[in-house]
């Protein structure tokens, strides 16, 4: 998915599809609002966000467990990669166990310059469980690239999301200059123009 892309109530700010998954959990600074809410959001949200392992045509629906374990481990995602949070045994163990299921990578062999994911279009390359690896395996990539210092928060009171932060001098504040950063500087100009008597 585009950085900065959204498609219904899901915002793609993170630069990571882990963090964009942390993120369907929105308003995670106030009151979190579920924007997964059933197997077939997860379904949908899979689809819009591009996650290596789902296809449509061939992907079964998530049953009501897979979703019940998509909310899990998308809080021991959280867990492990946001600020401010010690995650505890369990969510690492849930990370790693859902790694185990990634799809695998390889070259495409007409174009080796594009990566493909194995037996993709096939029912056994995909499905719930392939694309709750590769996110998974994208928390773990963002770990493994020493990225972790930069998985921020975005700093208005009523936001919450989580961000990868490649800005120069790594000193980005919102998840979206539109969305959050304007609202900050909006609010500002408000309360100077009541301070001023304007
Ligand atoms: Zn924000």
Redesign the pocket.
């Known amino acids: 998915m585009t950085p900065g892309a959204e498609v219904r109530d899901w915002l793609f700010?993170g630069g990571s599809s882990a963090l964009d998954f942390v993120n369907t959990l929105r308003d995670r600074a106030t009151t979190p609002r579920e924007t997964l809410p059933d197997a077939e959001s997860l379904a949908r949200w899979f689809s819009a966000a591009g996650i290596e392992g789902w296809t449509d045509t061939t992907s079964q629906p998530p049953t009501p467990a897979e979703h019940q374990a998509a909310l899990a481990l998308r809080d021991a995602i959280d867990a492990v990669l946001a600020p401010g949070r010690t995650p505890t045994g369990e969510h690492v163990m849930l990370v790693n166990e859902h790694a185990r299921r990634a799809p695998l990578r390889e070259l495409r062999l007409d174009d080796p310059t594009t990566v493909v994911v194995a037996g993709s279009g096939t029912a056994a390359g995909s499905g719930t469980g392939a694309a709750l690896g590769a996110l998974a395996q994208a928390a773990i990539e963002v770990i493994a690239a020493g990225e972790l210092p930069w998985v921020k928060i975005?700093?208005?009171t009523r936001?919450?999301?989580r961000y990868l932060d490649r800005s120069r001098g790594r000193r980005r504040q919102?998840?979206?200059m539109e969305?959050?950063g304007n609202r900050a500087k909006a609010a500002r100009h408000a309360r100077r123009g009541l301070d001023t008597g304007a």
Do not use: F, P
């Open positions: 700010y975005c700093a208005h936001c919450g999301l919102w998840c979206s969305r959050c």
